[in-house]
Nanobody, 122 residues
Framework: VQLQASGGGLVQTGESLKLSCVAS????????VTWYRQAPGKERDLVAS???????NYVDSVNGRFTISRDNGKKTIWLQTNSLKPEDTAVYYC?????????????????WGQGTQVTVSS
């Protein structure tokens, strides 16, 4: 099982980016998916999460600006980031609880994507 994060880039204050996280492998189902971010010299912090059937949570600093969504059939989770600010600059990582198949067995696991850089200039 792999998670591939993409969609980062360099933008100006107020602009938008749509980050994607795509799961691949022999997957039975995907549970909660969480986006985290890590700025230089800082801890990795939770940004937003979405449960298997769509309930969402956001950190206060992005509430109203970011939207997390998912398509279970496409095994894809998105993070729409609007009205970006310089303080949003970080590497963004996706993390997912995934049940994966091996033969007839189903196994639980937790997986991280490789990160995608978001840089917001003032």
């Amino acid at each position: 099982v792999q998670l591939q994060a993409s969609g980062g880039g360099l933008v100006q204050t107020g602009e938008s980016l749509k980050l994607s996280c795509v799961a691949s492998g022999i997957i039975f189902s995907i549970g909660t998916v969480t986006w985290y971010r890590q700025a230089p010299g800082k801890e990795r912090d939770l940004v937003a999460s979405i449960a298997q059937y769509g309930s969402t949570n956001y950190v206060d600093s992005v509430n109203g600006r970011f939207t997390i969504s998912r398509d279970n059939g496409k095994k894809t989770i998105w993070l729409q980031t609007n009205s970006l600010k310089p303080e949003d600059t970080a590497v963004y990582y996706c993390n997912a609880d995934i049940w994966w198949k091996s033969g007839a067995a189903v196994h639980p696991g937790n997986f991280w994507g490789q990160g995608t850089q978001v840089t917001v200039s003032s």
